[in-house]
């Protein structure tokens, strides 16, 4: 069946540092690919997505490039802030779904200190 | 304008109550996701309907698990006698139209503890 990976939390980092956040996943055919953020309180947002092989999916200074040859979509921003620390959920959407049932990751928690 | 969102926030419930879960997705939205996020672990699809239609019902971990959506707005996840394992946070989403790629608006979930 299908699945996804990533790295466990938390992630530590100071501010202006570059942040990674790796993503594998296990999928038959072309899946969609997404990240989401949840803050705080707050529910889960789109933070950006990826439909084929080599789309780049970027937004608000994060970028996640889709690897079919590494099954991956990693996140990356060069260079955080406190307001990024979230909670970070990678996510697939099976190839030939029809509604938009998504499959997530186990999240990774990112704090950002000053 | 008005996210989804849901209620009550919290729920406490004794092994063997019935509860029920509110959702309120953006108006006009035609597609209404319910997820089941466990603590530590991503949320996992529960059931999807387009408009007043449950059209897929496949991650309902139970016969004690019914949702309806009988006007298609606002919907209702209903637990029956309600057990530990569901102890978990119950996510609504709600999408603009019946495609697979519309981005899901997420409320900010109901905690249900089963003591």
């Known amino acids: 069946g299908n699945s996804v990976t990533q790295m466990e939390g938390p992630v530590t980092l100071s501010e202006e540092a570059f942040l990674t956040i790796n993503c594998t996943y296990t999928a038959t055919g072309y899946p969609s690919l997404f990240w989401y953020v949840q803050y705080p309180g707050e529910g889960l947002q789109l933070l950006l997505k990826a439909t084929k092989a080599d789309d780049k999916g970027s937004n608000k200074g994060f970028e996640a490039t889709y690897r079919k040859e590494t099954t991956s979509f990693h996140l990356e921003k060069g260079s955080v802030q406190v307001s990024d620390s979230a909670v970070y959920f990678c996510?697939?959407?099976?190839?030939?779904?029809?509604?938009?049932?998504?499959?997530f990751g186990a999240g990774t928690q990112v704090v950002v200190t000053p | 304008g008005a996210g989804v969102s849901q209620s009550p926030r919290y729920k406490v419930a004794k092994r063997g109550q019935d509860v029920a879960l509110r959702c309120d997705p953006i108006?006009?939205?035609?597609?209404l996701f319910w997820y089941q996020q466990a603590l530590g672990q991503g949320p996992e699809f529960l059931t999807y309907?387009?408009?007043?239609?449950?059209?897929?019902k496949s991650g309902l971990p139970s016969d004690r698990f019914f949702a309806e959506r009988p006007e298609g707005s606002v919907s209702t996840l209903k637990i029956q006698r309600t057990q530990q394992e569901d102890s978990a946070v119950y996510l609504c989403?709600?999408?603009?139209?019946?495609?697979?790629?519309?981005?899901?608006?997420f409320g900010p979930g109901t905690r249900l503890t089963v003591l």
């Open positions: 989403a709600s999408s603009l139209a019946g495609r697979a790629m519309d981005t899901q608006y």
């Open positions: 108006s006009g939205h035609v597609s």
């Open positions: 309907f387009q408009n007043e239609a449950q059209l897929d």
């Open positions: 996510a697939l959407l099976p190839w030939g779904d029809s509604w938009g049932k998504l499959q």
